[in-house]
Each structure stands twice: as structure tokens, then as C-alpha cells.
């Protein structure tokens, strides 16, 4: 069964430092890529996706994620964290023609002000 | 309506009781997803439904659980004979493309 990956449960960065979430996917086939977000007392909502074409991703709040296929890895960046990027971000996953999401367990950033 | 729409938000029920969450899915998209997020772990899949197909129930951890959609809109997930193991947030999602969701608010059922 495919797995998705999130390597990091917690992390912790003051403003302006950079920000890099890994992801990490098991299956060989297609997919279909997504980072949601999660902030505190929201509903999860979609922050970018890949389905194919150039493989750097540019979402919304300034925030990008590069596919890199032959590594199975959707990482997700920010050059410089603002305190409201504050969440929990989840990985998914689905593969080829299907349309559920694998989701990973989610990464908590936490941005000090 | 503007988003997916969820009820109750918050749901307490005992042991052994049997629960109805409701979604309401953004008018006219085809897709609808339950999942279910379990306190400090992801995203698990539970149903699917698209358009008039049947629906992918691949992702039911057991017989308690099922879910039905009516008239190609509003859907309603049922847990029988519930247990402590059931508490968790319960997400809807809906899609018009089958893989751009949106997701609603969520259920959060507390099973004592």
C-alpha cells in the first residue's frame, strides 16, 4: 500500500529563518502531489499541487514545493517564515487515476515571533 | 453553498451508541470524501463517492461503519454500537474534478 512520509513532527523556527518540510512518498507510478495547511481552529485547506509539468510548484502565501522524482520527494519551502505561518501541514499523496489522498502524519511549525 | 458544511460540529455520545454526522458538500460538486484524523496522526480514508457510481468503501476500518449520499448531495456517515476507539475528528471533503477538495470543519466525535 502506498505511504507518505513527513519526516519532521515538530518544528520550531523564529521569523524570517527558511523554512523546509520533507515528503516522501512510496509508490513508483503517477501521482498526483499536495501540500494542505491546517491553521489553529481552521479547516485544512490546499496550499499547492503538482499533477505534471515543470516540477517547482509556486502556491499561495509564498510558499513552493519541488518534485523530485527519482528521490519520491514533494518538499515544501518558505525563504522567510512570518509567525501566521504558524500550523500543521500535511503531505498527501494519490496515484495515478485514483481519488483518495494518502495524507502523511503532519509536520507542526511553530514560528516564534 | 460557499463551503462544505459539517454537523455537529462537536458530537459527545457513549459507548455503545450510534452516531449520524452529516456533510453537505459545495452544490454541484460530484466528489465526496469522508476521512477521519485520529489525535496526532494524519489523514485516514475512509469513503468515497462519485457522481452516481458506487462508492469506494475500501477505506472502513469495520462493519459499524457506513455512509450514504442522497440525491447526489448531502451525505451522512453512521457509526453503530460506537467505541472509545471511534473519537476522532471526522472531515468531509467535496471536489468537482475528483481531485482539487475542499474540505469542511469536521465533526469531532468523543466516544465515553
Known amino acids: 500500500a502506498q505511504s507518505v512520509s513527513q519526516h519532521n513532527h515538530h518544528v520550531i523556527l523564529s521569523e524570517a529563518a527558511s523554512l523546509e518540510l520533507g515528503c516522501n512518498y512510496s509508490?513508483?507510478?503517477?501521482?498526483?502531489l499536495f501540500w494542505y495547511v491546517q491553521y489553529p481552529g481552521q479547516h485544512l485547506q490546499l496550499l499547492l499541487k503538482?499533477?505534471?509539468?515543470?516540477?517547482l510548484v509556486k502556491g499561495i502565501k509564498g510558499f513552493e514545493a519541488e518534485f523530485i522524482k527519482s528521490k519520491f520527494s514533494f518538499n515544501l519551502r518558505k525563504p522567510s517564515v512570518q509567525w501566521s505561518d504558524t500550523a500543521e501541514y500535511f503531505c498527501?499523496?494519490?496515484?495515478?487515476?485514483?481519488?483518495?489522498?494518502?495524507f502523511g502524519s503532519g509536520t507542526q511549525l511553530t514560528v516564534l515571533p | 453553498g460557499a463551503g462544505v458544511s459539517q454537523s455537529p460540529s462537536n458530537k459527545v455520545t457513549e459507548k455503545g451508541k450510534d452516531v449520524e454526522l452529516r456533510c453537505d458538500p459545495i452544490s454541484g460538486h460530484t466528489a465526496l470524501y469522508w476521512y477521519r484524523q485520529s489525535l496526532g496522526q494524519g489523514l485516514e480514508f475512509l469513503i468515497y463517492f462519485q457522481g452516481n457510481s458506487a462508492p469506494d468503501k475500501s477505506g472502513l476500518p469495520s462493519d459499524r461503519f457506513s455512509a450514504e449520499r442522497t440525491g447526489g448531495s448531502v451525505s451522512t456517515l453512521t457509526i453503530q454500537r460506537t467505541q472509545q476507539e471511534d473519537s476522532a475528528v471526522y472531515l468531509c471533503?467535496?471536489?468537482?474534478?475528483?481531485?482539487?477538495?475542499?474540505f469542511g470543519s469536521g465533526t469531532r466525535l468523543t466516544v465515553v
Open positions: 498527501a499523496v494519490n496515484e495515478g487515476s485514483a481519488r483518495q489522498l494518502t
Open positions: 509508490y513508483g507510478g503517477t501521482v498526483n
Open positions: 471533503a467535496s471536489s468537482s474534478d475528483g481531485f482539487g477538495y475542499t
Open positions: 503538482y499533477f505534471s509539468g515543470d516540477p
